[in-house]
């Protein structure tokens, strides 16, 4: 049997994202799976997936870290010798390149969002940009999720010629996915989920979060579920201190936090198809999110949910005492309205038969 060899930065996006596509590779090839372990490699062994723990920093700008990284690709490609490679986020997507060029392997790479390294104006953003530049010259497939971060990768030259797909985003499990009933107290639960870093907008939250609870008007609680980074611990301290936000940690099972919540909200300043929003949108919930690509897709603004503007803790406080100030039954309809977008626009099914579709394409040209 041809093995298929996935690279990523960890397995939590891989089993809660994409094992449906690993489920349906699975059927025909064997799948290995490279990434660090961040809470679930047991449920892609149980797959049936061969996994391969390989430490992966992604906030690291080591390059000594990351030339190790790119031999341990390059040992591992030598010897389980696969058909084709998938790679997912930013080191996977240069260094599985480098690697994959070397032994002429093909390979499609996705893009879920261009992040913090690459949106950087100094020099750590140089060198990010110059290494997709080079790292992309034998790509075979480049996989977006929005427009934005394509004609971005356009624009400086990265992509050229490149074969390019675009799905929409890693899409939903509709049929894992049901509409949860909307809570019935009166204190309003806002829920932040994913990594809680200045650039998904945690500065602006809790700013927002201070002035609103500073006018005594509103009963309302914050919740941010997820790792916290580096860079915003401190502040993350300061605010549970003055309890304008609790922390919740990850959690392996979001449904039980999310069905608690009113509102999920997401500030983030950048986005490739935000899962979190996706995610919410599913089981029903109102949107409020940052007015940029992978957001604005999934949130219409005044339809099922708000958009403010980025990096403005002011447009944010509006959004949240918009929805502060909305009646029940509205907030109501609001959610119904995420689920309707959702199976419209995000059916996982879709994203899955895109890929299957691409990497069948791509064997055929292969042989």
């Known amino acids: 049997m041809d093995a298929l060899l996935i690279i990523a930065n960890g397995t939590i996006c891989l089993y809660r994202f994409r094992k449906e596509l690993i489920a349906a590779l699975a059927e025909y090839k064997q799948v290995y799976v490279s990434a660090p372990d961040d809470g679930f490699a047991d449920e892609l062994k149980a797959m049936g997936v061969l996994y391969i723990e390989t430490p992966c920093n992604r906030r690291s700008a080591n390059p000594f870290q990351d030339l190790v990284l790119f031999f341990r690709y390059l040992l591992m490609m030598i010897k389980i010798k696969p058909v084709m ?21 093909p390979v499609i790479s996705t893009i879920s969002g261009l992040g913090d390294g690459f949106l950087n104006k100094g020099i750590v953003g140089s060198v990010v940009k110059l290494l997709f530049r080079l790292a992309f010259i034998k790509v075979s497939t480049v996989v977006f999720q929005n427009e934005a971060d394509e004609q971005i990768m356009r624009s400086i030259g990265i992509i050229k010629n490149q074969r390019v797909v675009l799905v929409q985003g890693s899409g939903v499990n509709l049929e894992e996915r049901s509409v949860l009933n909307y809570p019935e107290k009166q204190a309003v639960s806002f829920l932040y989920m994913g990594r809680i870093m200045h650039t998904k907008g945690i500065y602006e939250l809790i700013k927002a979060t201070q002035r609103l609870k500073s006018e005594r008007i509103y009963d ?47 500030p983030s300043y950048s986005e490739g198809m935000s899962n979190a929003l996706l995610e919410a949108a599913a089981h029903g919930r109102t949107l409020i999110a940052s007015n940029v690509s992978g957001c604005r897709e999934v949130v219409e603004d005044g339809i099922n949910g708000f958009l403010c503007a980025p990096k403005d803790e002011n447009s944010l406080y509006e959004c949240m005492k918009r929805f502060l100030n909305l009646p029940h039954d509205q907030r109501v309809q609001m959610g119904l309205a ?7 626009r995000f059916n996982r099914k879709q994203v899955v038969n895109t890929m299957l579709e691409e990497i069948a394409s791509l064997e055929a040209l292969s042989w």
Do not use: W
């Open 220 to 266: 309302f609680s914050v919740n941010l579920m997820g790792f916290s980074e580096d860079d915003a611990c401190k502040l993350i301290e300061e605010a549970e201190r003055e309890e304008l936000v609790s922390t919740l940690g990850f959690q392996k099972n979001i449904e039980p936090f999310i069905g608690d919540s009113h509102c999920v909200i997401l």
């Open 85 to 105: 490679v998938l790679t997912y986020t930013i080191k996977p997507n240069i260094y599985g390149n480098f690697a994959a060029r070397l032994l002429k392997i």
């Open 338 to 344: 995420s689920r309707q977008k959702v199976e419209e």
